[in-house]
């Protein structure tokens, strides 16, 4: 079991950047794959990015190709989700997942951290 703990989130306004973190904790981190998820206001729980353990392997969900940027650091048990251009609609609390392989179905992550508040304003 890998312990998750987002970090970074915050208002910012559109156009704007933010770089989630996500630190993790236990043996299991470097053979995971990794995602990023997110929820809004009277939303569903939706995908948005996934890395394999090594990174060689990447999915972003088309509503944020070309803006959302993820990575991880092993040796710093860290994860990352750098958001570029970001607009009202990207507003959500995003959650960072571990899981088996690089999926967009959160039911192939077994792990979840806590999640951490993005607000994008106009």
């Known amino acids: 079991q890998v312990q998750l703990v987002e970090s970074g989130g915050g208002l910012v306004q559109a156009g704007g950047s933010l770089r989630l973190s996500c630190a993790a904790s236990?043996?299991?981190?470097?053979?995971?794959?990794m995602g990023w998820f997110r929820q809004g206001p009277g939303k569903e729980r939706e995908f948005v990015a996934a890395i394999s353990w090594g990174g060689a392997s990447r999915r972003n969900a088309d509503s944020v190709k070309g803006r959302f940027t993820i990575s991880r650091d092993n040796a710093k048990n860290t994860v990352y989700l750098e958001m570029n251009s970001l607009k009202p609609e990207d507003t959500a609390v995003y959650y960072c997942?571990?899981?088996?392989?690089?999926?967009?179905?959160?039911?192939?992550?077994?792990?979840w951290g806590q999640g951490t508040q993005v607000t994008v304003s106009s």
């Open positions: 997942a571990a899981g088996r392989a690089v999926t967009t179905d959160p039911e192939d992550f077994n792990s």
């Open positions: 236990g043996r299991t981190f470097g053979t995971a794959a």
